[in-house]
């Protein structure tokens, strides 16, 4: 079973928007952090932008003020809104859950199989 399902990806024209939907399975354990990471052809994997339990959000500098994700920590899901796309957000796009120790660790990592975002008119 796949840990994290990821939708809602696909081809949009640059200046346009897109909503990506991620929820947990039930074999995902305890998480406190969900997070969207992405990965352009011939790149390494960045993050995007995350969200921890408290409320506490974090996102990648050429994302800010573009994109915002939300968190249901009951339900167990996150997406990401992102506007004013480029072809620089082309890409595929991955959900990433997690349980963060306050020393930083990070134990069980899930990761979903990416959904892929395409920028193109």
């Known amino acids: 079973q796949v840990p994290l399902v990821e939708s809602g990806g696909g081809l949009v024209q640059p200046g346009g928007s897109l909503r990506l939907s991620c929820a947990a399975s039930?074999?995902?354990?305890?998480?406190?952090?969900m997070a969207w990471y992405r990965q352009a052809p011939g790149k390494q994997r960045e993050l995007v932008a995350s969200?921890?339990?408290?409320?506490?959000?974090k996102y990648a500098d050429s994302v800010k003020g573009r994109f915002a994700i939300s968190r249901d920590a009951v339900k167990r899901t996150v997406d990401l809104q992102m506007n004013s796309l480029t072809s620089e957000d082309t890409a595929v796009y991955y959900c990433?859950?997690?349980?963060?120790?306050?020393?930083?660790?990070?134990?069980?990592?899930?990761w979903g199989k990416g959904t892929l975002v395409t920028v193109s008119s």
């Open positions: 990433y859950a997690a349980w963060l120790d306050v020393d930083g660790s990070t134990r069980f990592p899930y």
């Open positions: 039930r074999g995902v354990g305890s998480i406190n952090i």
């Open positions: 969200d921890l339990d408290g409320g506490l959000r």
